[in-house]
């Protein structure tokens, strides 16, 4: 068990590690040829015809990279509202079936996203579909969605391997809950 838990640690650390990255610099990058954008458009009157697609098209991938990071740190696609109330009320043993729970519903949510998204790739790649300014392939754009999401389902099926474990050490008695706020 503890050596599933070291190895699920370390691969949740890489995905952290390059696809929190990956997205943000991807992020920064978009920002920026956005401005550069603007300044074009407002004070020389000119743009780039793919321009506005590579931004819409690039800072969604971005962010399906980005799901997969905030799902490595449990802050996304979780009840922390309720988890929070059932814990500060003594109910350590629901909170941990909870837990197990949300984990499950992710894989399974993540899981049929990014399988039932060779589909709409196939069809992507086969009509050889593009953007407005159609300059710019839609395959990789889908390709990047349908990984983001099949990684964020291998994380939440670590973590719902962890959160089994820890149930059954009975670690959910101890276990400290991070308060946080969702708006």
């Known amino acids: 068990m503890d050596g599933f838990l070291a190895f ?14 990956l997205g943000s610099a991807m992020l920064l990058v978009l920002t920026l040829f956005a401005l ?29 990279f980005y799901f997969c990071v905030t799902q490595v740190r449990r802050s996304h696609l979780v009840m922390n509202a309720v988890v929070q ?13 909870l837990k197990i729970a949300v984990s499950v519903i992710i894989v399974m949510f993540c899981s049929a996203i990014g399988i039932t998204g060779w589909d709409t790739l196939s069809y992507a790649w086969e009509r050889n579909l593009t953007t407005y300014s159609l300059l710019i392939p839609l ?9 983001g999401f099949l990684l964020m389902a291998l994380v939440a099926f670590l973590q719902t391997i962890e959160d089994v474990v820890s149930f059954v050490r009975g670690e959910h008695f101890e276990a400290e809950i991070e308060m946080t706020t969702d708006v």
Request: net charge positive; aromatic share 16%.
């Open 36 to 64: 550069l954008e603007i300044v074009r458009r407002y004070i020389f009157g000119v743009v780039f015809e793919w321009g506005q697609d590579a931004i819409i098209v690039g800072m969604v991938a971005a962010v399906a």
């Open 139 to 147: 395959w990789p754009f889908y390709l990047i969605l349908m990984f």
């Open 85 to 97: 109330l059932l814990h500060g009320r003594g109910h350590y043993r629901s909170v941990g079936i």
């Open 8 to 21: 699920s640690n370390r691969a949740k650390e890489a995905i952290h590690l390059v696809l929190g990255w």
